[in-house]
């Protein structure tokens, strides 16, 4: 399959362009702004799918909207349909919601998807319009278009954010599910489009502007707390993935606090809101750590460097159990509500265990009391 990107140094162009070089089926041609609308139907020669993503939003001229935008798409119009193959040639164009609004930049959004379902009229063209809320991930440029961009280019270099409203509405799709909408009808899925004839997009985040910044900034704040967000689904996941993204190199890691006593070290790593913490601790040979007993907090423990020796006493009954494990065989030890336990370096050198509780330790409510088995 061969395709051809317009922008493809673009925010979306440069995302889409990665994904399909992952493709060994897909050949890519660009076309870029250092390129004249005359070399057009060269570069259509045995192209099988369009992405149209070129176009202008931050003009110094105005004039370059109608030149950026509808300009460039009537010329990719016309050598469409000069091509023995304008049948066939799928087009993917990127235009924006603000097409529905009087004003320079929508206009010649406007124009512009008139010049493509024009062209779909006259040969039969398959085209998909999407009109895009605002877009955001990898690679957007802050101070740009994006207040996501923005804000997250900012906190993460401890610069100043403006907001006007924190209410004002904010509608945002994510670069990874726009790409992956394209990709799916570049391989053959049946279109979707609403009432007016867009093509559709899901999902689709409704949200603020304050929420947006409050999140981000929760992000970088929880390098300090070591609470994590719920980074794991949604918009949610989405932002935080694009906050990374602009971290500069030299906040590529941080340092989290180590406690030391003559036993060893504990380290905690990672908080959540509401599944546990995780962290590591140390032994030197023959340290027993431990010796206490919960009544609902529960532990996973993973020895990932050495031998050790678990214990256990059940607090009512007496019973006992003992068990030995090491980092040769990755086996979980779980601590028991009701069962005092500790555990002993049996090894020669020092003994590391990665450990996860089920909440978050509380200083004024540990659930941990004392008990050497």
Same mark, same amino acid.
């Given at each position: 399959?061969?395709?051809?990107?317009?922008?493809?140094?673009?925010?979306?162009?440069?995302?889409?362009?990665?994904?399909?070089?992952?493709?060994?089926?897909?050949?890519?041609?660009?076309?870029?702004?250092?390129?004249?609308?005359?070399?057009?139907?060269?570069?259509?020669?045995?192209?099988?799918?369009?992405?149209?993503?070129?176009?202008?939003?931050?003009?110094?001229?105005?004039?370059?909207?109608?030149?950026?935008?509808?300009?460039?798409?009537?010329?990719?119009?016309?050598?469409?349909?000069?091509?023995?193959?304008?049948?066939?040639?799928?087009?993917?164009?990127?235009?924006?919601?603000?097409?529905?609004?009087?004003?320079?930049?929508?206009?010649?959004?406007?124009?512009?998807? #008139?010049?493509?379902? &024009? /062209?779909?009229? =006259?040969?039969?063209? %398959?085209?998909?319009?999407?009109? $895009?809320?605002? !877009?955001?991930?990898?690679?957007?440029?802050?101070?740009?278009?994006?207040?996501?961009?923005?804000?997250?280019? #900012?906190?993460?270099? &401890? /610069?100043?954010? =403006?907001?006007?409203? %924190?209410?004002?509405?904010?509608? $945002?799709?994510? !670069?990874?599910?726009?790409?992956?909408?394209?990709?799916?009808?570049?391989?053959?899925?049946?279109?979707?489009?609403?009432?007016?004839?867009?093509?559709?997009?899901?999902?689709?985040?409704?949200?603020?502007?304050?929420?947006?910044?409050?999140?981000?900034?929760?992000?970088?704040?929880?390098?300090?707390?070591?609470?994590?967000?719920?980074?794991?689904?949604?918009?949610?996941?989405?932002?935080?993935?694009?906050?990374?993204?602009?971290?500069?190199?030299?906040?590529?890691?941080?340092?989290?606090?180590?406690?030391?006593?003559?036993?060893?070290?504990?380290?905690?790593?990672?908080?959540?809101?509401?599944?546990?913490?995780?962290?590591?601790?140390?032994?030197?040979?023959?340290?027993?750590?431990?010796?206490?007993?919960?009544?609902?907090?529960?532990?996973?423990?993973?020895?990932?460097?050495?031998?050790?020796?678990?214990?256990?006493?059940?607090?009512?009954?007496?019973?006992?159990?003992?068990?030995?494990?090491?980092?040769?065989?990755?086996?979980?030890?779980?601590?028991?509500?009701?069962?005092?336990?500790?555990?002993?370096?049996?090894?020669?050198?020092?003994?590391?265990?990665?450990?996860?509780?089920?909440?978050?330790?509380?200083?004024?409510?540990?659930?941990?009391?004392?008990?050497?088995?």
């Amino acid at each position: 399959m061969k395709v051809l990107i317009t922008g493809a140094q673009g925010f979306i162009g440069k995302n889409l362009s990665l994904h399909l070089t992952e493709r060994k089926d897909v050949e890519v041609v660009a076309f870029t702004r250092d390129q004249q609308t005359t070399d057009l139907p060269r570069l259509l020669a045995g192209v099988d799918v369009v992405f149209h993503l070129a176009g202008i939003n931050r003009p110094q001229d105005p004039q370059e909207f109608i030149s950026g935008n509808a300009d460039l798409t009537h010329a990719l119009c016309r050598s469409i349909s000069e091509n023995s193959n304008a049948e066939s040639i799928q087009v993917i164009y990127t235009s924006s919601t603000q097409a529905a609004n009087d004003n320079p930049y929508g206009r010649s959004k406007l124009a512009a998807e #008139n010049a493509l379902f &024009e /062209l779909q009229r =006259q040969h039969g063209t %398959p085209v998909h319009v999407f009109r $895009l809320p605002n !877009v955001f991930g990898k690679w957007c440029r802050p101070n740009y278009n994006s207040a996501v961009a923005t804000f997250c280019h #900012n906190i993460a270099r &401890e /610069l100043p954010i =403006q907001i006007n409203d %924190p209410a004002a509405p904010l509608t $945002l799709v994510y !670069v990874d599910d726009v790409i992956a909408r394209f990709m799916q009808l570049m391989d053959g899925a049946a279109p979707a489009v609403d009432a007016r004839g867009f093509a559709t997009l899901t999902p689709q985040y409704l949200t603020t502007v304050g929420e947006v910044a409050s999140k981000i900034a929760a992000f970088k704040a929880s390098r300090v707390s070591l609470v994590t967000d719920r980074v794991g689904t949604g918009l949610t996941r989405a932002l935080h993935s694009t906050y990374v993204s602009h971290l500069p190199p030299e906040a590529f890691s941080y340092i989290v606090p180590r406690h030391a006593d003559p036993r060893g070290v504990f380290v905690e790593m990672l908080k959540t809101p509401d599944c546990g913490q995780f962290s590591y601790f140390t032994a030197l040979p023959g340290v027993t750590r431990g010796g206490h007993y919960h009544h609902s907090k529960t532990e996973k423990f993973l020895v990932i460097e050495g031998q050790a020796r678990f214990r256990f006493r059940h607090m009512l009954t007496g019973a006992t159990h003992e068990l030995q494990t090491s980092a040769d065989v990755p086996q979980v030890v779980e601590t028991v509500p009701g069962w005092t336990h500790d555990v002993t370096n049996t090894g020669e050198k020092d003994m590391v265990v990665m450990l996860w509780a089920n909440e978050i330790f509380d200083r004024e409510h540990p659930d941990t009391f004392a008990s050497p088995v």
